[in-house]
């Protein structure tokens, strides 16, 4: 799928970007974004650490580095690292 998308010619000048650097920022803040969603769905209980890594394309260390970073601690218990390696 493509999608057009206008930038104010201002803010290309701005940050110089060109076409390369702006798909590129696109693509990181997208990214980003993701984290965050599936930051929330962990925070909510909704999702486990695991799947919160699986959803957003990230190992579990680079998820919990995340998590770490927006001041989420991982929870562990028992139950949760039972269902992570069946």
Not at 7 to 33: F, S, V
């Amino acid at each position: 799928m493509e999608t057009k998308l206008e930038i104010p010619q201002t803010l290309l000048e701005k940050y110089q970007l060109d076409e390369h650097l702006l798909e590129r920022a696109i693509e990181i803040g997208l990214k980003q974004l993701r984290i965050e969603e599936v930051l929330t769905f962990y925070s909510n209980g909704l999702i486990s650490l695991w799947k919160a890594a699986e959803m957003a394309g990230l190992t579990l260390q680079e998820m919990i580095r995340h998590a770490n970073l927006h001041g989420y601690r991982p929870r562990f218990d028992f139950l949760m690292i039972q269902e992570e390696l069946s």
